[in-house]
């Protein structure tokens, strides 16, 4: 069975054009995400440049293997908002993102389903605005080695491409090394079948 080491996110923040429906206005927002501290700076900004908006409601996605996510109504009616803009991440295929809709009310309620229509839409404009981008699940491993042995280190390394995310060398050397999930398994072998590196997973 094949492992699936790549997922779906969006390069940068991006604002959807504007939705309009008896007077309101509805504005989505995306933003690439990695964890819930970044997830609420981002709102309380969008709070702070809307703050004559009545509603931020907003979902969010967020793992590449194992998944957390929430929908938030902020005071709208049950699963009227927060629902819909978490379906279009799900539909997308999105994780590690955050969609913010701003609302500006404009004096006639919409009904459970024009909001539910409301919010689904700029919530797609708004990842129709983004630029998606897909990205691989990386596996990183700490290889522990002595200098001599730094050309057979060196050699794999090259001939498999391999990203060195950082190195210390000393009369020990100590590298971080990050590969794709899906080769992980196969370069651990490589480097265990040199007998001169200890390998870790990290």
């Excluded at 997308?92 to 919409?110: A, D, E, I």
Aim: aromatic share 10%; hydrophobic share 35%.
């Amino acid at each position: 069975m094949s492992i699936s080491d790549t997922y779906k996110t969006i390069k940068k923040s991006a604002t959807g054009e504007i939705f309009k429906d008896k007077g309101s206005k509805f504005l989505g927002h995306t933003f690439p995400v990695s964890n819930e501290e970044q997830i609420k700076l981002y709102i309380d900004i969008l709070k702070e440049n809307h703050h004559k908006a009545r509603h931020w409601c907003y979902a969010w996605r967020l793992g590449l293997e194992k998944f957390s996510f929430r929908a938030n109504d902020d005071g709208e009616p049950n699963n009227s908002a927060g629902n819909p803009i978490y379906g279009q991440i799900l539909s997308n295929g999105l994780t590690n993102v955050l969609v913010v809709v701003v609302r500006y009310f404009g004096g006639t309620k919409l009904g459970v389903g024009g909001l539910i229509n409301a919010y689904k839409t700029s919530a797609r404009f708004a990842i129709e605005a983004s630029q998606v981008i897909q990205k691989t699940i990386d596996v990183d491993f700490e290889l522990k080695f002595e200098y001599a042995d730094m050309n057979k280190i060196m050699r794999v390394i090259k001939e498999k491409e391999i990203h060195i995310v950082s190195q210390k060398m000393n009369v020990d050397c100590n590298f971080k090394i990050s590969v794709r999930k899906k080769e992980a398994k196969d370069i651990k072998k490589i480097f265990e079948e040199l007998r001169c590196v200890k390998v870790k997973k990290v």
